[in-house]
């Protein structure tokens, strides 16, 4: 167990750093050939995540095939909105708003899978809220775009979660593995082309680094998950708001002030106690969340149940 949350939070500390590349390359190339380089070449190496009895086939061999490509292209949207994110925003503050993820999928829980959420999580869920205000304080600093794709990213990510416990145990771990890396890729390619730049000597160097941390990031979790459950491992995403603010810090001389660090701990704060709550009520009842969601996806890896 111990090996397995190490190694998650190793996991989530490439995911960061892979972050900080997606930063640096900044507004130099299109968001969406960002993406394409950064998830081709993990799309190239993911057989290597396949076990006796997979299939290349099983990439596009799916069970659910309607819930199985909304869940593809949700996570796949993540990806290109998380950079838009990254590249225009506050390091941290980018983080701390897609961390809101954890309290959309509570939303979407009640919405769609009509589930019923007590008390204590609707309270974090709204203090989720709050702290975004904080953050964001629209009418008092500017609004950007940036901070709009990353509550695209956080909402895309929950989507992807809620999909992925309606799929449940229906496909295979290559499957949701590997159709991740597919769709970003091909949803990627397509919309860079009219954007399309060839990048320079330092920017492949940049696109190579993005693309070895997110295939990196994810073997590193997936064998966690051979040590430790997957639901057990989703706090240690949390560890990447630390990253953010000592990666911000020291490298893009970020310092957020005061009612953004507010914010940053309430975000992060209530979704630690929604993660907590659902760990407490899975003790009480048959396990029933599904594969797709231990899968962590996209530059910040939000799709992780609590989004990766």
């Not at 190496?45 to 596009?60: A, E, H, N, Q, T």
């Not at 209530?270 to 797709?292: C, H, M, N, V, W």
């Amino acid at each position: 167990m111990v090996k397995g949350i190490l190694l998650a939070f190793l996991a989530f500390a490439v995911f960061a750093w892979g972050d900080a590349v997606v930063k640096e390359i900044g507004h130099g190339l299109d968001p969406f050939e960002v993406t394409f380089f950064g998830y081709l070449i993990p799309l190239l190496l993911s057989p290597v995540f396949m076990k006796s009895g997979d299939r290349i086939v099983d990439l596009v061999r799916w069970n659910r095939p309607w819930l199985m490509g909304l869940r593809v292209f949700l996570i796949a949207a993540t990806t290109p909105f998380s950079v838009m994110a990254f590249r225009s925003l506050p390091f941290a503050e980018a983080f701390a708003l897609l961390f809101l993820m954890p309290s959309l999928v509570t939303v979407l829980s009640i919405l769609v899978l009509k589930e019923h959420v007590r008390w204590r999580r609707g309270l974090a869920v709204c203090a989720a809220f709050i702290g975004v205000l904080i953050i964001v304080r629209p009418g008092f600093k500017e609004f950007l775009p940036g901070h709009l794709a990353a509550l695209a990213t956080a909402l895309c990510a929950a989507g992807g979660v809620i999909t992925g416990r309606m799929i449940g145990h229906t496909e295979k771990r290559f499957t949701l593995i590997g159709t991740v890396f597919l769709a970003t890729t091909v949803l990627a390619g397509l919309l860079m082309i009219p954007g399309f730049a060839w990048p320079t000597g330092h920017q492949w160097v940049l696109l190579l680094s993005f693309a070895a941390t997110a295939f990196v990031a994810q073997a590193l979790f997936i064998i966690a998950t051979l040590y430790a459950p997957a639901d057990r491992l989703g706090a240690a995403q949390y560890s990447q708001i630390l990253w953010a603010l000592a990666i911000g810090a020291l490298f893009f001389d970020e310092w957020p002030d005061a009612l953004a660090l507010v914010g940053i701990f309430i975000v992060v704060a209530a979704g630690l106690f929604i993660f907590a709550r659902e760990q407490t009520l899975k003790r009480d009842q048959p396990r029933t969340s599904a594969p797709a969601e231990a899968v962590p996806t996209g530059p910040a890896a939000p799709s992780l149940p609590g989004r990766r």
